[in-house]
């Protein structure tokens, strides 16, 4: 296991002064594609999230982001419930009730604020940001296996504070692979958008 490690971390290439790893390399190209692919709504995104996230998962523990490291395993299960959940024919997005949304919203912000003191004490390099991406992600991933269009404004400022997290650590080849992340956000939150109001408008 530990030579498969050391495999991963061997630097392919340098960009802009920063060394790029086997690992982050295909970690990397493996989310972008999950990641685009599920604006498509198609059921095919979660096998490339699953893999994508175990990747990153030992990437973001080597790099002592604990939070990050640990949500890699809920993207996995994630993963496995979106396959099914979504069924052959891929999403069908609706959006959330008035209701949902402000219990989705307590929820997100009070396990916010009710975490960030664990990570701190585990020693994570990033508290307040890094425990925000946890639990956005989180509340993000369940309302995209769920169906809902809201995932995509959540996953917008997510990937928005993991480009401006990972910038500031110098891991400058993620930090542009969140950039990306936000516009598909972007994409995403339309298209789903747009597929939530014609489902609302045949009832």
């Not at 002592?64 to 979106?82: P, T």
């Not at 402000?102 to 009070?110: D, E, K, M, P, Y």
């Not at 400058?172 to 014609?198: C, H, P, Q």
């Amino acid at each position: 296991m530990q030579s498969l490690i050391d495999f991963g971390m061997h630097v392919l290439f340098s960009m802009w002064g920063y060394d790029v790893t086997v690992f982050e390399l295909f970690a990397s190209v493996t989310s972008l594609v999950g990641v685009a692919l599920g604006v498509t709504g198609k059921r095919v995104t979660w096998p490339w999230w699953a893999i994508s996230s175990v990747l990153y998962g030992v990437l973001f523990w080597q790099w002592d982001l604990k939070a990050s490291a640990l949500l890699q395993i809920v993207f996995v299960a994630a993963g496995v419930m979106g396959w099914f959940e979504w069924g052959p024919k891929g999403a069908v997005p609706a959006k959330l009730t008035r209701t949902e949304f402000f219990i989705w919203s307590a929820v997100l912000l009070g396990a916010w604020v009710a975490m960030r003191p664990v990570f701190e004490s585990w020693g994570a390099a990033s508290t307040w940001s890094d425990t925000f991406m946890l639990v956005g992600s989180i509340v993000a991933q369940i309302l995209m296996v769920l169906e809902k269009y809201e995932c995509w404004p959540l996953w917008f400022v997510v990937d928005l504070v993991g480009t401006i997290e990972y910038a500031f650590m110098d891991l400058w080849f993620t930090s542009l692979l969140y950039a990306v992340f936000v516009a598909i956000a972007i994409a995403g939150w339309k298209a789903w958008l747009d597929r939530a109001n014609a489902k609302a408008a045949t009832r």
